[in-house]
């Protein structure tokens, strides 16, 4: 089992800055994937980012790339998600996730491991 906790959401202007993090414990070693999702009121829950840990790679939706940055800390079993230039589109709940199997990075059923999710909130 794993467990995901977020934190670092907030309200912020446009323009503004947040940084996500997610603190992964438990069997983290069979861990092929983590990423960001989110989720807005209006909107379907859509991937964001992903990172694989083992490679370091990483993969942006096209709405955030240029803007949005996921990396990792190993020591700390950390997952990060920069956010910079926010707009008030980007306001949604914001989700970790991890995968120990495989599957499209973009779909929900390719993550096993959920977080509670963190609120992040643009205003104009």
């Known amino acids: 089992q794993v467990q995901l906790v977020e934190s670092g959401g907030g309200s912020v202007q446009t323009g503004g800055s947040l940084r996500l993090s997610c603190v992964a414990s438990g069997h983290t070693d069979d861990l092929n994937f983590l990423g960001w999702f989110r989720q807005s009121p209006t909107k379907k829950r859509e991937a964001v980012a992903v990172i694989y840990p083992g490679a370091g790679s990483t993969i942006y939706a096209d709405s955030v790339k240029g803007r949005f940055t996921i990396s990792q800390d190993n020591a700390k079993s950390t997952v990060y998600l920069q956010m910079n230039t926010l707009k008030p589109e980007d306001t949604a709940m914001y989700y970790c996730?991890?995968?120990?199997?495989?599957?499209?990075?973009?779909?929900?059923?390719?993550?096993?491991?959920w977080g509670q999710g963190t609120q992040v909130t643009v205003s104009s």
């Open positions: 996730a991890a995968g120990s199997y495989g599957g499209s990075w973009r779909e929900e059923y390719a993550y096993n491991y």
